[in-house]
C-alpha cells in the first residue's frame, strides 16, 4: 500500500470515528437514542418472533425427513395420546424453555439445515443408517443438561410414589440414589430405538 493510500485510509477511519463521536447536526442526541431504542424493540421482537416460529410442532414436521420417520413413531406413544389429553409436542423435549439455552440451541440447529441441504437423510433407507449416530447425540445432549426439559414436566421432587406402580417405585428409587436422569432409563420413550448392538446393553433400561 502506497503511503497516499494509507493516508486516505487513516482518514477515512479518523473521520468515520469522529463522525460517531459527534451528535448528529440534524438530529438531537435524544431523536437519536429514542429512535436507537424503537429499533432496538423492533429488531428484538422480530428476531423472537422469527425464533417462535420455529419453535411449533407443525414447523419441525415440515421436512418430510421428521414427518415421515420420527413423527409417524411418535404419534403411536403416551407423549401424543393418553388418558389426561396432555401432549409433549416436538420443541418440549428438544427445545429448552429457558431463552439463554434456547438460542444456544436454535443456533446447534443450523447444522441440521446444513445436512438437510446436502440430504444426508432424504430417504428411509439414509435416517435408518444414521438412526444410532442421532440417538446418540440426542442422549449426549440431554444426558449433558439432566435431562431439564423432560423435567418441564417429570419431577421427581413432585412424584408420589404411592401412585406408582411397584416396578415403578424401585426403578424410581433406585435412580435417586445412583444419580441418575431420565434419558439413562427412558432411552426410545417417544421414538424406536435404533439398533442396539452397538450400545452396551446396560446402557439400556427400559425403553418404555
Known amino acids: 500500500m502506497t503511503d497516499s493510500n494509507s493516508n486516505q485510509c487513516k482518514g477515512f477511519m479518523c473521520g468515520l470515528v469522529g463522525a460517531l463521536r459527534r451528535p448528529s447536526v440534524k438530529y438531537s442526541v435524544g431523536t437519536l437514542l429514542v429512535a436507537g431504542f424503537v429499533m432496538g424493540i423492533v429488531f428484538w421482537g422480530g428476531f423472537n418472533t422469527a425464533m417462535e416460529m420455529t419453535n411449533n410442532e407443525e414447523f419441525c414436521i415440515s421436512c418430510h425427513e421428521m414427518n415421515d420417520n420420527v413423527y409417524q413413531e411418535y404419534k403411536d406413544t403416551i407423549h401424543y395420546s393418553n388418558r389426561t389429553g396432555v401432549r409433549a409436542t416436538c420443541p418440549d423435549c428438544h427445545v429448552p424453555k429457558e431463552w439463554n439455552h434456547k438460542v444456544v440451541r436454535k443456533i446447534q440447529a443450523t447444522n441440521e439445515l446444513l445436512h438437510k441441504a446436502l440430504g444426508t437423510i432424504d430417504t428411509r ?60 432409563c427412558h432411552k426410545g420413550i417417544a421414538h424406536e430405538l435404533p439398533d442396539m448392538r452397538e450400545v452396551d446393553p446396560s446402557a439400556v433400561v427400559g425403553s418404555h
Not at 415403578?168 to 440414589?177: C, D, I, P, T, Y
Open 125 to 184: 433407507e439414509k435416517f435408518q443408517e444414521h438412526r444410532l449416530k442421532l440417538a446418540k447425540n440426542v442422549w449426549r445432549a440431554m444426558k449433558k443438561t439432566d435431562s431439564r426439559e423432560c423435567r418441564n414436566c417429570h419431577n421427581y421432587d413432585y412424584m408420589d410414589f404411592a401412585e406408582q406402580g411397584r416396578r415403578a417405585v424401585a426403578q424410581h428409587s433406585q435412580g435417586l440414589e445412583e444419580g441418575k436422569t431420565c434419558i439413562d
